[in-house]
């Protein structure tokens, strides 16, 4: 059996997942990120927790032909990363690091929102759809973008990059990335959190929050659910700002469909209504509205993509390979890079 490591990598905690080629996931594990150790240490944890998978199903019989990396912020399509600001990972190059580390087994590295998109287009709710925009939100807000099937990178890495899009300019606190007013700021379950705590603060309108000693986004979306007025006010205010920004992205992406992932999209329908709501407000220059729908992988949209993204490369790859050998009957390798094939069960150094 063939399968992929998939590994995506946050700003809380590290989720891997062994997937077929086919798509059948075969083990899931998540471990804290302790982004506080460093860049180089965290590469180091993955690796490691990359070989020990793979020894693992070795054992079983099991071929890993790679792992895919999803990493939250801009990365070139050679795997370059120049400014991570939620893990503080600058001007390094991930995948030729974990290839060092792991002998040489194929890795490829994308934006993890882009992988997110990749993994809902290949086993959840954008199966069926050529192109797709998906917004992940958690401790940040991520953007992906999957046209004709493919991750759009940018000629930077930025394609996507919708949190850290200025939708609120008069904003007093700075956002991690030193601007103000981001998306990131507002919509993401941390940005929730901050304005309903606002609200709490600045008004004496009645409501269960008032009685928690800590707030968190997931706590809030089931107030709002239940009735709750002051956590809906501020849920419908932090979504307003999406909805709009998703009605400027479908001016120049124009997707066939919008998916909201990440730990907040739990709340299902009644969030991705609520966002429906205000980006159909905020568009005028069609009748036809985009669709706007929950995810379906949930949290585990990550690992599907990244496991996917080095599937796909692998094949394409062997594709290749195959091409040139039956022009010339050798089979051609990349100079300095050597044989992938047999670097697979090289394992970490």
């Known amino acids: 059996m063939r399968a992929a490591i998939g590994v995506d990598l946050g700003g809380t905690s590290i989720k891997y997942g062994l997937i077929t080629e086919e798509g059948k996931l075969l083990k899931k594990i998540s471990k804290p990120t302790g982004k506080s150790r460093g860049e180089l240490r ?82 959840g709710s954008g199966r069926g759809f050529d192109s797709i925009l998906i917004v992940t939100l958690g401790t940040g807000v991520g953007g992906g973008v999957v046209q004709e099937r493919q991750i759009v990178y940018g000629s930077r890495g930025l394609a996507g990059e919708l949190g850290h899009v200025v939708v609120k300019p008069d904003e007093k606190e700075l956002c991690n990335c030193g601007k103000r007013g981001c998306l990131d700021q507002i919509a993401s379950a941390t940005g929730i959190v901050r304005m309903t705590e606002r609200i709490l603060r600045f008004t004496s309108a009645p409501s269960v929050l008032r009685d928690k000693p800590r707030l968190d986004a997931k706590m809030i979306v089931h107030a709002a659910k239940t009735g709750d007025a002051l956590a809906y006010l501020s849920l419908d205010y932090c979504m307003s700002f999406l909805g709009k920004c998703l009605a400027e992205a479908g001016c120049i992406l124009d997707p066939q469909v919008f998916v909201i992932g990440g730990g907040v999209s739990q709340a299902g329908s009644f969030l991705t209504d609520m966002i429906q709501r205000h980006y159909e407000n905020n568009l005028s220059l069609t009748k036809r509205k985009t669709p706007i729908i929950p995810a379906q992988l949930g949290n585990d949209a990550g690992i599907y993509g990244a496991a996917k993204m080095i599937i796909t490369q692998e094949k394409e790859r062997m594709e290749k390979e195959n091409a040139v050998r039956g022009e010339s009957g050798i089979l051609w390798r990349n100079s300095g890079t050597g044989d992938r094939s047999s670097r697979v069960s090289g394992g970490l150094k």
Request: glycine fraction near 12%; hydrophobic fraction near 45%.
């Open 42 to 123: 965290i590469l180091k944890d993955i690796a490691e927790e990359i070989g020990r998978i793979q020894k693992e199903f070795t054992k079983k019989k099991g071929f890993v032909i790679g792992a895919g990396i999803g990493i939250p912020g801009p990365v070139l399509k050679d795997g370059y990363v120049e400014n991570c600001v939620n893990l503080n990972f600058q001007n390094i190059n991930p995948q030729e690091i974990l290839e060092a580390m792991l002998g040489k087994m194929p890795i490829a590295v994308g934006n993890d929102a882009n992988v997110a998109a990749l993994g809902e287009m290949w086993q």
